[in-house]
Nanobody, 126 residues
Framework: QVQVAESGGDTVQAGDSLRLSCTAS????????VGWFRQVPGKEREGLSC????????IYPESVSGRVTIYRSNTQSTLYLKMNSLKPEDTAMYFC???????????????????WGQGTQINVTS
């Protein structure tokens, strides 16, 4: 069964760092684009990044630019999102998604994703 799953969410203090994992099962990320998103209840989902596997990543919102690093494992099945200097406004459910492809649009929301994870929660306390 083709699935993606997020892990690594936690409750942390402002200023801490956290690394999230997005892991594919039933397939590998080779030949895929992988996106990270976050959502707060009652607000629209926010696209954070898009990665062309084996190429590069686009980081979209200025609110996380400079604090986020996207990198992959040595296998073909895990992508990481590391966020530094966490702020209370980073509190959200974080999702990853994947879809066959080799292009990430210049703006979030331009890529459609076939496979979504269930999310992992980050809570940042002040």
């Amino acid at each position: 069964q083709v699935q993606v799953a997020e892990s690594g969410g936690d409750t942390v203090q402002a200023g801490d760092s956290l690394r999230l994992s997005c892991t594919a099962s039933g397939f590998s990320f080779a030949g895929y684009i992988v996106g990270w998103f976050r959502q707060v209840p009652g607000k629209e989902r926010e696209g954070l990044s898009c990665t062309v596997w084996g190429a590069g990543s686009k980081i979209y919102p200025e609110s996380v630019s400079g604090r986020v690093t996207i990198y992959r494992s040595n296998t073909q099945s895990t992508l990481y999102l590391k966020m530094n200097s966490l702020k209370p406004e980073d509190t959200a459910m974080y999702f990853c998604a994947a879809s066959p492809g080799n292009y990430c649009g210049p703006r979030p929301g331009q890529n459609a994703y076939n496979y979504w994870g269930q999310g992992t929660q980050i809570n940042v306390t002040s």
